[in-house]
């Protein structure tokens, strides 16, 4: 055999199947992802039997035999068992106080890119923070993780009672703060922690001067305090002295500011103008605890809105701690009732009243809705000074539609309703061998004109199977050796056979299924002979 026929059936025993009669040249060898023409070649055309040889592209190993091809009638096929795969570079390997995740790739092969991330607390000081497996391996040596630090404490005023070599402050480590000077007082927490993000997680306090309070400042606003010594940021409060008051009493609770202190002003009390004390009047401007004073103004009105006030409806406290005028008091007033206009059409309904031009403060008009449409409201409206009570509704009865009844292999409970007011129940039942999943369903409610109606489907019929009658040593008295769906069959026992309960041998077909029952052997003693039957049932 010659080296072509010996290519040939290489290629037959590698396909599975002989190569057809070679019948043209092909062209340039195919140019493949993972592999590449061993040798250039300038060759448009390649005669058939020709053979080439393929190497892997970089980044890609072979496994198995040298790849090779032949060219077979046009068309290059491949006469060894060889591939190329993509090389692998091995596991990176963790980095201290980091992690990684595989991208590109499901495995540490050509092309795969490994991405690190620093764990909470830590920051990347590389300059990159991913690795490339290449031909020639990894791309770059890799990343590494330090720890984010916080911050030291810088402000002179102020100790660090608990630190560490350095003052290298970590995620996690906790410093306790105070003052140098035990006079004054952190305006902040006396401790602090450094977050994952190497920053505390509040900024470090300072300490502020305390406040000296002034006898002259206070003699001069009228006040007295307590404490004459207070902390930085120390709630400091004040009092009036006798005989004098402040309008805004938020004002006489003051905070220590970084050693300065704001002195609220007391003011010789006024007299005051009596409160308002009928009943009858609602003020509709006052003050705490009523202390009208000189040029304060109140607004006044009648609790009962039918009452009117015999004065005016503004007053003002007069320097003398008098009203400028006696407060009113109420008294009644007479309103002349309105009528009302002819109550509008109502849809679907009629007023019981002949209509007049106009109806008295009081008249009350009837009304009524059209045979099967429902009267919502009342049924009777009363005119209110100008104004009709609410007027009524008729609500839309449900119309039966017997082609829906029937498309939906329904029929109706009682077949005389055609039909039905609203809110009222109609009940529906199944066809025969038809049913549906919730009986629920088949009883629908009117509701303004709109009336869903249930669908049945199809039951399955039951087929009476041989196997099992004569496998549970039983028979039916049947002609037919189908069971519509709901319909019952009675099965008897073979003879010197019999059953617990003989209500079991009723069986009842439920869309296409149909319990057998199970006939046991009786005991010798229990079999008794029976009467001869001149014939035999049928037996499905």
């Known amino acids: 055999m010659n080296v072509l026929g010996l290519m040939l059936s290489v290629g037959a025993v590698t396909f599975g199947c002989a190569f057809p009669q070679m019948k043209g040249s092909c062209k340039i060898p195919p140019r493949l992802e993972h592999m590449e023409l061993l040798g250039a070649s300038v060759q448009e055309s390649f005669p058939m039997g020709h053979v080439v040889h393929y190497t892997c592209r970089p980044g890609y190993s072979r496994y198995g035999a040298t790849i090779k091809m032949i060219c077979s009638e046009g068309t290059w096929l491949q006469v060894s068992r060889g591939e190329c795969k993509k090389k692998r570079c091995g596991n990176p390997g963790d980095i201290e106080f980091g992690t990684f995740e595989l991208k590109n790739e499901e495995d540490f092969v050509f092309g795969a890119i490994v991405e690190y991330s620093c764990e909470p607390g830590y920051q990347m000081v590389s300059k990159y923070n991913s690795i490339e497996c290449t031909a020639g391996g990894w791309s770059r040596d890799l990343p590494h993780c330090e720890a984010k630090l916080c911050p030291p404490v810088v402000d002179d005023s102020v100790r660090v009672l608990s630190t560490i070599h350095d003052e290298e402050y970590t995620a996690g480590h906790v410093i306790n703060l105070k003052c140098k000077n035990p006079n004054k007082k952190l305006n902040g927490p006396s401790q602090i922690h450094c977050t994952s993000n190497g920053t505390w997680n509040i900024d470090p306090p300072t300490c502020k001067e305390p406040c000296a309070v002034s006898y002259s400042k206070m003699k001069q606003h009228n006040i007295q305090v307590k404490n004459y010594q207070i902390k930085h940021n120390e709630l400091i409060t004040f009092e009036c002295i006798p005989r004098y008051e402040i309008l805004d009493h938020k004002n006489l609770f003051q905070k220590c500011n970084d050693g300065v202190i704001t002195y609220p002003t007391c003011h010789l009390k006024a007299k005051l103008c009596p409160p308002v004390v009928d009943d009858s009047v609602r003020v509709l401007s006052t003050i705490p605890d009523e202390e009208y004073t000189a040029g304060h103004v109140i607004n006044l009105e009648c609790k ?237």
Not at 375 to 381: H, S
Not at 390 to 409: D, E, F, R, T
Not at 433 to 449: E, M, P, Q, R
Not at 486 to 501: A, G, M, Q, R
């Open 304 to 540: 009962n809105p039918n009452k009117k006030l015999n004065g005016p409806s503004q007053i003002y406290c007069t320097s003398n701690g008098a009203w400028n005028i006696q407060p009113p008091t109420c008294k009644e007033q007479k309103l002349k009732k309105q009528p009302c206009f002819p109550p509008p059409e109502v849809l679907f309904g009629e007023w019981m009243r002949k209509k007049k031009e106009m109806y008295d403060s009081g008249s009350t008009i009837k009304f009524k809705c059209i045979s099967y449409y429902k009267l919502q409201g009342k049924k009777e409206i009363k005119c209110r000074n100008g104004t009709w009570d609410q007027l009524p509704a008729c609500l839309v009865p449900c119309i039966l539609n017997s082609n829906y009844i029937k498309g939906n292999n329904t029929d109706l409970v009682n077949a005389k309703e055609k039909y039905v007011e609203h809110n009222k129940n109609v009940k529906f039942k199944c066809l025969r061998t038809f049913a549906i999943s919730d009986v629920k369903l088949l009883h629908v409610k009117c509701l303004n004109g709109t009336l869903e109606y249930p669908k049945c489907v199809k039951m399955e019929p039951c087929v009476l199977n041989d196997n099992y009658l004569k496998g549970n040593n039983t028979i039916v008295n049947a002609s037919k050796k189908y069971l519509e769906h709901d319909e019952t069959v009675k099965f008897k026992c073979l003879p010197t056979f019999n059953i617990s309960d003989s209500k079991l041998l009723n069986g009842k077909c439920l869309d296409g299924k149909l319990k057998y029952p199970k006939c046991v052997k009786m005991a010798p003693d229990a079999i008794t002979v029976q009467p001869s039957v001149q014939s035999e049932p049928n037996i499905y």
